[in-house]
Antibody
Framework: VQLVQSGAEVKKPGESLKISCKCSGYTFTSYWIGWVRQMPGKGLEWMGIIYPRDSDTRYSPSFQGQVTISTDKSISTAYLQWSSLKASDTAMYYC???????????WGQGTLVTVSS | EIVMTQSPATLSVSPGERATLSCRAS??????LAWYQQKPGQAPRLLIY???TRATGIPARFSGSGSGTEFTLTISSLQSEDFAVYYCQQYNNWPQYTFGQGTKLEIK
Protein backbone atom coordinates (compact mmCIF):
# COMPACT_ATOMS: atom_id res chain seq x y z
CA VAL A 1 0.00 0.00 0.00
CA GLN A 2 1.33 3.41 -0.96
CA LEU A 3 -0.13 6.91 -0.89
CA VAL A 4 2.06 9.33 -2.84
CA GLN A 5 1.24 13.01 -2.63
CA SER A 6 2.06 15.79 -5.04
CA GLY A 7 4.97 18.12 -4.39
CA ALA A 8 5.29 21.29 -2.39
CA GLU A 9 3.44 24.37 -3.59
CA VAL A 10 4.08 28.10 -3.15
CA LYS A 11 1.07 30.26 -3.94
CA LYS A 12 -0.17 33.81 -3.48
CA PRO A 13 -3.30 34.73 -1.54
CA GLY A 14 -6.38 34.46 -3.69
CA GLU A 15 -4.94 31.81 -6.00
CA SER A 16 -6.49 28.39 -6.46
CA LEU A 17 -4.79 25.06 -5.81
CA LYS A 18 -5.44 21.35 -6.16
CA ILE A 19 -3.12 18.81 -4.52
CA SER A 20 -3.24 15.09 -5.11
CA CYS A 21 -2.83 11.76 -3.37
CA LYS A 22 -2.09 8.81 -5.67
CA CYS A 23 -3.06 5.49 -4.07
CA SER A 24 -1.74 2.06 -5.01
CA GLY A 25 -1.41 -1.47 -3.69
CA TYR A 26 -5.02 -1.95 -2.70
CA THR A 27 -8.55 -1.56 -4.07
CA PHE A 28 -9.00 2.21 -4.13
CA THR A 29 -12.79 2.08 -3.95
CA SER A 30 -12.87 -0.07 -0.81
CA TYR A 31 -11.46 2.43 1.69
CA TRP A 32 -12.16 6.01 2.70
CA ILE A 33 -9.50 8.65 2.12
CA GLY A 34 -9.14 11.36 4.75
CA TRP A 35 -7.26 14.64 4.69
CA VAL A 36 -5.41 16.08 7.69
CA ARG A 37 -3.92 19.53 8.17
CA GLN A 38 -0.86 20.31 10.26
CA MET A 39 -0.04 23.98 10.60
CA PRO A 40 3.59 24.90 11.30
CA GLY A 41 4.61 23.63 14.73
CA LYS A 42 1.07 22.53 15.56
CA GLY A 43 -0.96 19.36 15.91
CA LEU A 44 -3.09 17.32 13.55
CA GLU A 45 -6.54 18.48 12.40
CA TRP A 46 -9.03 16.25 10.63
CA MET A 47 -10.41 18.05 7.59
CA GLY A 48 -12.75 15.60 5.91
CA ILE A 49 -13.15 12.26 4.25
CA ILE A 50 -14.32 10.76 0.98
CA TYR A 51 -15.42 7.30 -0.13
CA PRO A 52 -14.17 6.84 -3.69
CA ARG A 53 -16.75 4.22 -4.63
CA ASP A 54 -19.65 6.67 -4.53
CA SER A 55 -17.89 9.99 -3.79
CA ASP A 56 -19.68 10.32 -0.45
CA THR A 57 -17.82 13.26 1.11
CA ARG A 58 -17.99 14.66 4.63
CA TYR A 59 -16.23 17.67 6.08
CA SER A 60 -15.37 18.73 9.59
CA PRO A 61 -17.27 21.94 10.39
CA SER A 62 -14.08 24.02 10.48
CA PHE A 63 -13.31 23.10 6.86
CA GLN A 64 -16.81 22.97 5.36
CA GLY A 65 -16.95 25.47 2.51
CA GLN A 66 -13.22 26.17 2.75
CA VAL A 67 -11.92 23.21 0.74
CA THR A 68 -13.22 20.60 -1.69
CA ILE A 69 -12.32 16.92 -1.53
CA SER A 70 -12.73 14.76 -4.62
CA THR A 71 -11.43 11.62 -6.31
CA ASP A 72 -10.75 10.22 -9.76
CA LYS A 73 -11.40 6.49 -9.59
CA SER A 74 -9.86 5.89 -13.00
CA ILE A 75 -6.42 6.84 -11.66
CA SER A 76 -6.91 5.96 -7.97
CA THR A 77 -6.24 9.51 -6.89
CA ALA A 78 -7.78 11.75 -4.27
CA TYR A 79 -7.65 15.53 -4.34
CA LEU A 80 -7.86 18.47 -1.98
CA GLN A 81 -8.53 21.84 -3.51
CA TRP A 82 -8.94 25.50 -2.66
CA SER A 83 -10.61 28.13 -4.80
CA SER A 84 -9.05 31.11 -3.05
CA LEU A 85 -6.07 30.53 -0.77
CA LYS A 86 -5.35 32.54 2.35
CA ALA A 87 -2.10 32.94 4.23
CA SER A 88 -3.66 30.90 7.03
CA ASP A 89 -3.83 27.89 4.67
CA THR A 90 -0.05 27.57 4.98
CA ALA A 91 0.44 24.07 6.35
CA MET A 92 1.44 20.50 5.66
CA TYR A 93 -1.45 18.44 4.31
CA TYR A 94 -1.61 14.67 4.63
CA CYS A 95 -3.90 12.14 3.03
CA UNK A 96 -4.57 8.86 4.80
CA UNK A 97 -6.40 5.65 4.05
CA UNK A 98 -9.13 5.15 6.62
CA UNK A 99 -11.56 2.48 7.66
CA UNK A 100 -13.80 2.01 10.67
CA UNK A 101 -11.91 -1.24 11.37
CA UNK A 102 -8.35 0.07 11.59
CA UNK A 103 -8.55 3.89 11.59
CA UNK A 104 -5.98 5.70 9.39
CA UNK A 105 -3.49 2.95 8.66
CA UNK A 106 -1.52 4.32 5.69
CA TRP A 107 -0.47 7.90 5.17
CA GLY A 108 0.94 9.95 2.34
CA GLN A 109 4.25 11.72 2.85
CA GLY A 110 2.56 15.12 3.05
CA THR A 111 2.31 18.16 0.78
CA LEU A 112 3.62 21.47 2.08
CA VAL A 113 1.49 24.40 0.95
CA THR A 114 2.91 27.88 1.46
CA VAL A 115 0.70 30.89 0.82
CA SER A 116 2.52 34.20 0.82
CA SER A 117 2.36 37.47 -1.01
CA GLU B 1 -17.60 17.97 18.50
CA ILE B 2 -15.77 15.54 20.75
CA VAL B 3 -12.74 17.15 22.37
CA MET B 4 -9.72 14.94 22.97
CA THR B 5 -7.37 16.03 25.76
CA GLN B 6 -3.92 14.49 26.09
CA SER B 7 -1.70 14.65 29.13
CA PRO B 8 0.95 15.54 29.84
CA ALA B 9 1.90 17.95 27.06
CA THR B 10 5.54 16.92 27.46
CA LEU B 11 6.90 13.79 29.11
CA SER B 12 10.58 13.36 29.96
CA VAL B 13 11.66 9.74 30.36
CA SER B 14 15.00 7.95 30.33
CA PRO B 15 15.72 5.21 27.78
CA GLY B 16 14.76 1.81 29.13
CA GLU B 17 12.07 3.22 31.38
CA ARG B 18 8.31 3.01 30.99
CA ALA B 19 6.25 5.84 29.53
CA THR B 20 2.53 6.29 30.13
CA LEU B 21 0.55 8.73 28.00
CA SER B 22 -3.09 9.62 28.65
CA CYS B 23 -5.97 10.66 26.43
CA ARG B 24 -9.41 11.71 27.61
CA ALA B 25 -12.53 12.19 25.46
CA SER B 26 -15.21 14.75 26.30
CA UNK B 27 -17.83 12.04 25.72
CA UNK B 28 -17.73 8.33 25.13
CA UNK B 29 -16.00 7.12 21.96
CA UNK B 30 -16.44 3.45 22.83
CA UNK B 31 -13.21 1.73 21.69
CA UNK B 32 -12.88 3.80 18.52
CA LEU B 33 -9.58 5.32 19.56
CA ALA B 34 -6.27 5.29 17.71
CA TRP B 35 -2.75 6.33 18.65
CA TYR B 36 -0.23 7.74 16.18
CA GLN B 37 3.47 8.49 16.43
CA GLN B 38 4.99 11.40 14.54
CA LYS B 39 8.69 12.11 14.24
CA PRO B 40 10.05 15.43 12.93
CA GLY B 41 9.67 15.75 9.19
CA GLN B 42 7.64 12.56 8.90
CA ALA B 43 4.01 11.65 8.40
CA PRO B 44 2.11 10.20 11.36
CA ARG B 45 2.34 6.45 11.81
CA LEU B 46 -0.50 4.33 13.18
CA LEU B 47 0.47 2.50 16.37
CA ILE B 48 -2.78 1.36 17.96
CA TYR B 49 -6.38 1.12 16.76
CA UNK B 50 -9.52 -0.06 18.50
CA UNK B 51 -7.95 1.33 21.69
CA UNK B 52 -5.77 -1.73 22.21
CA THR B 53 -4.84 -3.48 18.94
CA ARG B 54 -1.33 -2.94 17.66
CA ALA B 55 -1.07 -2.04 13.99
CA THR B 56 0.97 -4.20 11.65
CA GLY B 57 4.67 -4.16 12.45
CA ILE B 58 4.37 -2.27 15.72
CA PRO B 59 6.62 -3.67 18.46
CA ALA B 60 5.08 -5.35 21.47
CA ARG B 61 6.49 -2.71 23.81
CA PHE B 62 3.63 -0.45 22.66
CA SER B 63 0.29 -1.19 24.28
CA GLY B 64 -3.01 0.61 24.48
CA SER B 65 -5.85 0.35 26.96
CA GLY B 66 -9.11 1.98 27.93
CA SER B 67 -12.61 2.49 26.61
CA GLY B 68 -15.32 5.10 26.82
CA THR B 69 -13.56 8.32 27.77
CA GLU B 70 -10.23 7.32 29.31
CA PHE B 71 -7.35 5.84 27.33
CA THR B 72 -3.69 5.08 27.90
CA LEU B 73 -0.72 4.38 25.66
CA THR B 74 2.13 2.60 27.41
CA ILE B 75 5.62 2.11 26.07
CA SER B 76 7.17 -0.52 28.29
CA SER B 77 10.90 0.08 27.74
CA LEU B 78 11.75 3.18 25.80
CA GLN B 79 14.11 2.89 22.88
CA SER B 80 15.89 5.85 21.31
CA GLU B 81 13.61 5.70 18.26
CA ASP B 82 10.50 6.11 20.44
CA PHE B 83 11.14 9.75 21.27
CA ALA B 84 8.54 11.58 19.20
CA VAL B 85 5.13 13.24 19.42
CA TYR B 86 2.14 11.00 20.07
CA TYR B 87 -1.45 11.80 19.11
CA CYS B 88 -4.69 10.10 20.02
CA GLN B 89 -7.66 10.27 17.65
CA GLN B 90 -11.28 9.32 18.12
CA TYR B 91 -13.07 7.89 15.10
CA ASN B 92 -16.39 7.21 16.76
CA ASN B 93 -18.15 10.50 16.06
CA TRP B 94 -18.68 10.26 12.30
CA PRO B 95 -17.45 12.22 10.39
CA GLN B 96 -15.72 14.57 12.84
CA TYR B 97 -12.72 12.49 13.76
CA THR B 98 -10.81 14.64 16.22
CA PHE B 99 -7.22 14.43 17.40
CA GLY B 100 -5.75 15.29 20.75
CA GLN B 101 -3.22 18.09 20.90
CA GLY B 102 -0.31 15.67 21.23
CA THR B 103 2.21 14.57 23.86
CA LYS B 104 5.87 15.17 23.18
CA LEU B 105 7.97 12.34 24.56
CA GLU B 106 11.49 13.57 25.16
CA ILE B 107 14.70 12.08 26.47
CA LYS B 108 15.38 12.77 30.15
Amino acid sequence: VQLVQSGAEVKKPGESLKISCKCSGYTFTSYWIGWVRQMPGKGLEWMGIIYPRDSDTRYSPSFQGQVTISTDKSISTAYLQWSSLKASDTAMYYCARHSAAVASDYWGQGTLVTVSS
Amino acid sequence: EIVMTQSPATLSVSPGERATLSCRASQSVSSNLAWYQQKPGQAPRLLIYGASTRATGIPARFSGSGSGTEFTLTISSLQSEDFAVYYCQQYNNWPQYTFGQGTKLEIK
